[in-house]
């Protein structure tokens, strides 16, 4: 794959092709215009912040090549990540647009699973991939720059896809022979991925993962816990770090419930007691005290 006349940065790529950008929270969603044919992009410069690029071809399929030479096809319903502090080369057959979405060294720090390396790509056929691309695009058009609460939220459960993408991939690492990731581990994925939907449940995680109800429930009887205590932990920790962040002091009670994904506030407060028999409030009083 040669370069088609400069090996560029990211950066230079985006000034040289016709970018349209927006920032949502602390993440920027770029839209180029790249041209047919092969492109060099070579590591971000040291003054420039640490960034992952999530790349979301639209109008065409690119192909992607890693430093160590492996290369894989992204169709226009897929994506990848670009790690910006590596040497990376794409090569699109055609012209097309592509979305770039930045995500800072910031936000990857906070998840122990998003530190280098990373896998080179999402696992093949991965469950997780719609619902990234909807998320993302859904984003953009409803312009949630506009709103900082809805932009925090949107930074939280971007990285909390992001990681649950990588658990996946490395699930299928070439050690393993290409054997799926364990059921557990799939399932633990898709619920960081849709905790805040109301609809997630048992039945919803066992139809998107193809296998029964009864077999997912045994994955995680297995470990000693249950599917429905998986989804509520991951819920309840949601609700915890919003009602412990002054970023989200102006959400109702109601509305960290339901950005949590628990169906009301009384749910959640019996998630509370039941966790450490405090309640919302108790939890915001606190930090005020401390701070």
Not at 108 to 119: F, I, K, Q
Not at 155 to 169: I, N, P, R, S, T
Not at 182 to 196: E, Y
């Amino acid at each position: 794959m040669a370069g088609q006349d400069a090996v560029l940065t990211r950066g230079q790529l985006m000034d040289r092709f016709g970018t349209r950008s927006a920032s949502i929270g602390s993440v920027t969603v770029s839209m180029t215009a790249l041209p047919a044919g092969p492109l060099l992009l070579a590591p971000a410069p040291a003054s420039e912040p640490r960034a992952l690029d999530l790349v979301l071809p639209v109008d065409a399929p690119l192909v992607v090549r890693d430093r160590t030479g492996n290369q894989h096809l992204v169709g226009r319903r897929s994506l990848t990540w670009l790690p910006g502090w590596l040497p990376a080369g794409l090569y699109t057959a055609c012209p097309g647009e592509v979305a770039w979405v930045r995500v800072p060294d910031v936000l990857l720090d906070e998840r122990t699973a998003l530190a280098a390396p990373l896998p080179p790509a999402p696992a093949p056929a991965s469950a997780l991939i719609d619902p990234v691309r909807a998320f993302v695009q859904t984003a953009v058009a409803d312009e949630l720059a506009l709103e900082p609460i809805a932009a925090r939220l949107f930074d939280e459960l971007l990285v909390g896809m992001l990681e649950a993408l990588v658990l996946e991939a490395r699930g299928v690492a070439p050690l393993t022979g290409g054997v799926r990731p364990p059921l557990r581990m799939q399932a633990i994925a898709h619920i960081s991925a849709f905790r805040d939907s109301p609809a997630l449940s048992p039945q919803q995680i066992a139809r998107s993962l193809r296998i029964s109800v009864r077999q997912l429930q045994r994955a995680f009887e297995e470990a000693g816990t249950t599917v429905a205590a998986e989804i509520r932990r991951q819920r309840l920790e949601a609700a915890v770090e919003m009602l412990t962040d002054d970023r989200f002091d102006a959400l109702s009670i109601a509305d960290v419930a339901g950005r949590a994904g628990f169906r009301n506030d009384a749910e959640l407060r019996r998630a509370l007691g039941a966790d450490g028999g405090t309640t919302p409030s108790q939890l915001r009083g606190r930090r005020v005290q401390v701070a």
